[in-house]
């Protein structure tokens, strides 16, 4: 168990909708970073945050969004799905902004038919 | 672009022989690498670490190498054994950019009885 918790787990939704994935991170971390996975790729960076303000963006859509919460949970929004964004959205945290490890959860599967 | 790239999809190596997995890397800037493994519908776990002062780090079964001239690292494993089949990411990330992590693709490992 990495302290990371990820909720929910599986998540299957139409095409146009909207979604919200929350990830609370190891106690004392202070980065939360969102990675996506899809079928046969690897693990693509969407974004950082750090202690509750942005710190980093990677190829994240437009259509999706992010925060950062006071309590340090995150949550990453996902709108207007396409099929295309079906993926494990993975979600994962760090003591500090860079130079450590980042520890990851279980991730969501995101299954939009 | 690709900055970080594992060339070999698997590899598939006798119980109690030595398992090396490779990555090669584009950017000079990356300071940090860190190698993770996955198992299916799991989040990736935190293997290992190695930071561009050093050329060599060692925790048990697992040493990672890295040589900067040749912007080339590797994971040995050994011995290696059949619970060490899994797929294995490596991953590097830079100070000014938060410590976003770039990863691989990915090679999987099968290490069989």
């Known amino acids: 168990d990495s302290g990371v918790t990820q909720t929910p787990k599986h998540l299957i939704t139409a095409t146009g909708q909207r979604v919200t994935l929350r990830c609370s991170p190891r106690s004392g971390d202070l980065s939360v970073y969102w990675y996506q996975q899809s079928l046969d790729q690897g693990l693509q960076f969407l974004i950082q945050?750090?202690?509750?303000?942005?710190?980093a963006k990677g190829n994240i859509l437009e259509r999706f969004s992010a925060q950062q919460f006071p309590d340090l949970h995150s949550e990453l929004n996902l709108s207007s799905l396409e099929l295309g964004d079906s993926a494990l959205y993975f979600c994962?945290?760090?003591?500090?902004?860079?130079?450590?490890?980042?520890?990851f959860g279980q991730g969501t599967r995101l299954t939009v038919v | 672009d690709q900055q970080v790239k594992q060339n070999s999809p698997s590899l598939s190596v006798q119980e109690g022989r030595i398992s090396i997995l490779n990555c090669d890397y584009t950017n000079s800037m990356f300071d940090y690498f860190l190698w993770y493994k996955k198992y299916p519908a799991e989040g990736p776990t935190f293997l290992i670490s190695?930071?561009?002062?050093?050329d060599k780090n060692e925790d048990g079964r697992f040493t990672v190498f890295l040589n900067k001239s040749a912007k080339h690292l590797s994971l040995h494993i050994v011995p290696s054994q059949p619970g060490d089949s899994a797929v294995y990411f490596c991953a590097a990330s830079w100070g000014n950019q938060g410590g976003k992590l770039i990863f691989g693709q990915g090679t999987e490992l099968s290490v069989k009885p």
């Open positions: 190695i930071s561009s002062i050093k």
């Open positions: 945050y750090y202690n509750g303000e942005e710190r």
């Open positions: 994962a945290s760090s003591v500090r902004g860079g130079g450590t490890e980042a520890f």
